[in-house]
């Protein structure tokens, strides 16, 4: 009878942890401590954290692996990066950009056609094309802007060829430029 109680108590260990992953294994199992932050399945609703479901993998090591070797300064991060190995870091990377993006809707209002003229003329290029830079079609305005406040100031580091594309853009073209990426339908809700 022990034998059989026994059995069925480490069958259920395994089922449980099958039921709480909903059958996707380790690596959804190791996100877990980024939901807080980055929302379910990757996905952050308007703020200062970004979204990650989507974004290239390469992109997400190297940021990750920055973090965690202090290249890269990050609020909390730093710390939640400590102790992660490389392959680990590749898990996770792997995992975020198998996620599906949500992406601005084909029809944008008209008044970001010039944030959509705006990101073809100054940032396609780069964030459409490398597989090292990251995805910003969905990502939230206010997380993008601290980003762009962190590189202005030298707390983050940008490539050459971003300081040329963001020096061309100032005020309000750079508005309309984040509420484009943001995909907001009405300009109140991309601030």
Do not use: W
Request: proline share 5%; hydrophobic share 35%; glycine share 12%.
């Amino acid at each position: 009878m022990r034998v059989v109680i026994g059995s069925l108590l480490i069958g259920l260990v395994f089922v449980v942890q099958d039921l709480q992953a909903g059958n996707r294994g380790e690596p959804f199992m190791l996100s877990n401590g980024c939901i807080n932050c980055h929302g379910f399945e990757g996905q952050r609703t308007p703020g200062a954290i970004p979204s990650l479901a989507g974004q290239p993998e390469a992109y997400l090591y190297k940021t990750l692996a920055a973090y965690r070797d202090g290249t890269l300064k990050g609020t909390i991060m730093n710390r939640a990066m400590e102790g992660y190995d490389d392959p680990t870091l590749r898990q996770l990377a792997k995992y975020y950009s198998g996620l599906s993006k949500d992406s601005p809707g084909t029809a944008m209002p008209k008044i970001f056609e010039q944030g959509e003229g705006l990101y073809v003329q100054h940032c396609s290029s780069c964030h459409e094309r490398q597989a090292n830079t990251p995805y910003l079609r969905g990502q939230n305005a206010q997380y993008m802007e601290g980003v762009l406040k962190d590189m202005a100031s030298g707390q983050r580091t940008m490539p050459r060829e971003m300081a040329s594309a963001m020096s061309a853009l100032k005020g309000e073209e750079l508005q309309q430029l984040l509420g484009y990426l943001q995909g907001c339908p009405q300009e109140a809700l991309c601030r």
